[in-house]
């Protein structure tokens, strides 16, 4: 969509030159999301085929994705890939575009072992920042010429509320999460020239296979204002209401309930 400017415009709206807003793109979109195979990245992939976009969607579980795509169909591309092997994820990415450009990224792939201090491993360590920290970089840095040359776009990472608002036994998590929500800031500097966004989602207790794992999910939920865990719908819509806004860039949104306003 084309707008002829006046000088005062151009002062007021200095990228409209170099790209329009994701919303404000006609035709064929693609968005790329990790960690798509489950839980929050699986309800973020499917809630952008809903909407008509084409998912590149990335994980290591290649049978997961598989039964995505059996489900979702067409829209929903598997790329079965590692985050923390950048060259793998470039050449599985070169392979499966198709006509549609890229115009989002959603970096959901991330993992939570519990450590403590007194338990942590330097191997777990690596582990924990290699998936959510250098996991994001990779993707990032994979994408974002393609966004770039589709004239902008978006990107979400995934935080978290830990980031904020710590929980016992997260010890290394937490650093790695409050990690991303610096990259999130500096990223967004970074590729404001290039009219792509850069924000994060903060999710608090979300109602995942993985949370339900711990059998702890009814006694937090007391513990939350709104008194339930969040839904992965929930941050899903989240996650595209920030890839569809052109003017909000560098922030970290919680979504936990209310759980850390007190």
């Known amino acids: 969509m084309s707008r002829d400017l006046t000088a005062h415009d151009q002062y007021r709206y200095p990228n409209s030159e170099r790209g329009t807003t994701v919303h404000e793109v006609d035709g064929e979109k693609a968005v790329l999301v990790t960690g798509a195979a489950s839980g929050m990245g699986q309800s973020v992939a499917r809630r ?3 909407g008509g976009w084409q998912v590149l969607a990335v ?3 290649a049978a ?3 039964q995505g795509a059996r489900e979702v169909g067409e829209s929903f591309v598997p790329l079965a890939a ?3 092997d950048r060259a793998g994820l470039q050449h599985q990415l070169v392979g499966a575009l198709g006509s549609a450009p890229l115009r989002a990224v959603v970096n959901a792939a991330g993992i939570y072992p519990p450590t403590r201090l007194d338990d942590f491993t330097e191997e777990l360590y690596r582990r924990i920042f290699d998936v959510n920290v250098l996991g994001t970089l990779n993707v990032t840095a994979v994408t974002t010429p393609l966004l770039a040359a589709a004239g902008g776009g978006a990107v979400v990472n995934f935080a978290s509320v830990d980031a904020f608002a710590v929980s016992p036994g997260q010890l290394l998590y937490s650093a790695s999460k409050a990690a991303v929500v610096s990259l999130t800031k500096s990223l967004a500097v970074e590729l404001a020239p290039d009219n792509i966004t ?3 989602v903060a999710p608090g207790w979300v109602d995942t296979p993985g ?6 999910m009814a006694d937090v939920a007391a513990g939350i204002p709104l008194r339930r865990v969040a839904r992965p719908e929930e941050i899903a819509d989240w996650v595209w209401a920030l890839v569809h806004g052109g003017y909000v860039t560098g922030e970290s949104l919680v979504i936990a309930g209310g759980s850390v306003m007190r």
Do not use: Y
Request: hydrophobic share 50%; proline share 0%; net charge negative.
């Open 198 to 200: 850069v924000n994060a």
């Open 59 to 61: 994980d290591r579980d």
């Open 211 to 216: 949370n339900a794992a711990t059998g702890r």
């Open 82 to 84: 590692d985050v923390t």
């Open 48 to 50: 952008f085929a809903e």
């Open 64 to 66: 997961a994705l598989a």
